[in-house]
């Protein structure tokens, strides 16, 4: 899916939804004003295929955009082989019932280093992310991007680099850009309208402009320390400057989907839409 510009949406069911379905929370994303929800399976893949049909109804009527992101729990390089199986089977769930519902991309923490050298975790996880995306293939997933997601701790797998890398590697992958965890993951830095155009730069020159035009981000407000992310805070109350992270991704003309990870998530979602606009 190639994008004209950048859609602002919720990780999750809105607040303010008079229910905590997916359902509800397609149409009050809508009825906000925002274009897009990331489906949160982070406890577990448990929708079934009746309701993600109505999902695949309900997003293309409501003119939403849907994401996924899947479960907390996982880890391709485990220490323990059957968590390595558990966690790719998790993966490959997300993208079944994405691919149901008709989302366009879906995201996971991939991996831990666990005191393995990083060259060693990055193999480990590319042999694991081959074996994934052949396995949609054969089910006929071919237009759902995987998206391991750049993490908030350096002692986990998943920065830029990485991902970029990984992205070359493995066909049907791309980054998912966490903007708050790059952010914490420095301990600070990758803060400043130079910072945010070499990310930029090196999506681009990686990966193509391609990669600008069908964007899968997250941002919010984040506190961390020395060791990176401790956890998600409103934007108004973080250091994140997500103004000018605005202004360089109208100033590339990147496209895509923006997913607010705030505590207050479309409070901070029609902000950032408002900002981009007025940018």
């Not at 309900?58 to 849907?66: D, F, I, N, R």
């Not at 920065?159 to 980054?175: A, H, N, T, Y």
């Not at 020395?226 to 973080?238: A, F």
């Amino acid at each position: 899916m190639i994008f004209k510009q950048l859609l602002f949406g919720t990780a999750g069911v809105p607040l303010s939804s008079p229910t905590r379905s997916s359902q509800d929370g397609v149409l009050q994303v809508r009825k906000l004003g925002l274009d897009a929800m990331e489906l949160e399976f982070v406890r577990g893949v448990k929708m079934g295929p009746e309701a993600a049909a109505k999902m695949l109804d309900l997003s293309g009527k409501s003119k939403v955009v849907l994401t996924a992101h899947g479960p907390y729990y996982i880890n391709l390089v485990s220490k323990e082989k059957p968590k390595i199986h558990a966690s790719m089977n998790r993966i490959l769930e997300t993208a079944r019932v994405a691919q149901a519902c008709g989302a366009y991309s879906i995201t996971f923490h991939a991996a831990f280093y666990q005191g393995t050298a990083k060259e060693q975790v990055y193999e480990d996880v590319r042999a694991r992310m081959r074996e994934i995306v052949s396995k949609l293939q054969e089910e006929g997933i071919t237009r759902l991007w995987i998206r391991p997601e750049t993490t908030g701790k350096a002692t986990q797998f998943g920065d830029i680099d990485e991902l970029i890398r990984l992205s070359q590697d493995v066909e049907q992958v791309m980054p998912c850009i966490d903007w708050s965890h790059l952010h914490a993951r420095s301990a600070g830095r990758e803060n400043t309208a130079e910072e945010f155009k070499n990310t930029l730069g090196k999506l681009e020159t990686g990966l193509g402009k391609e990669a600008l035009k069908n964007l899968h981000c997250h941002v919010s407000g984040i506190a961390y320390g020395e060791k990176g992310e401790k956890h998600h805070l409103v934007l108004k109350e973080s250091d994140l400057n997500y103004k000018d992270l605005l202004k360089v991704l109208k100033s590339y003309k990147a496209a895509g989907v923006v997913i607010s990870e705030s505590p207050n998530i479309e409070v901070d979602a029609r902000m950032m839409k408002d900002e981009y606009e007025k940018a």
